[in-house]
């Protein structure tokens, strides 16, 4: 069983940034964390995903949907066990719930950032960017 737990919401400003952490507890083994987001009325929709090694030790590619490419940035700390999402030039349509996913169950679809394709999921950290 693996835990994660977003933080790093907030309200922001257009044109601001943002940086979000995803901190993971519970068994090793994830290879992959993704970020995704989800607008009300919206499906969850893909942003990056990141390799972070077999129990949080190697890794590092990552993946982005190509909206987010120069825009959002992920990365992670493999002793801290978390992945961030640095999020700038911030506007508002980039207003929703994000959230944090790792594990795939599948490597069917690649790169790895289909909602379909994480088992564990976080609760959550709500953006909101004002004009």
């Known amino acids: 069983q693996i835990q994660l737990v977003e933080s790093g919401g907030g309200s922001v400003q257009a044109g601001g940034s943002l940086r979000l952490s995803c901190a993971t507890s519970g068994t090793s083994g994830s290879e992959y964390m993704a970020w995704f987001r989800q607008a009300p009325g919206k499906e969850r929709e893909p942003i990056a995903a990141i390799n972070t090694g077999p129990g949080h030790t190697g890794g590092g590619t990552t993946y982005y949907a190509d909206s987010f490419k120069g825009r959002f940035t992920i990365s992670r700390d493999n002793a801290k066990r978390t992945v961030a999402l640095q999020m700038d030039r911030l506007a508002p349509e980039d207003t929703a719930m994000y959230y944090c996913?790792?594990?795939?169950?599948?490597?069917?679809?690649?790169?790895?950032?289909?909602?379909?394709?994480?088992?564990?999921w976080g609760q959550g950290t709500q953006v909101t960017v004002s004009s």
């Open positions: 996913a790792a594990v795939i169950t599948t490597a069917d679809t690649w790169p790895p950032l289909s909602p379909d394709q994480y088992k564990y």
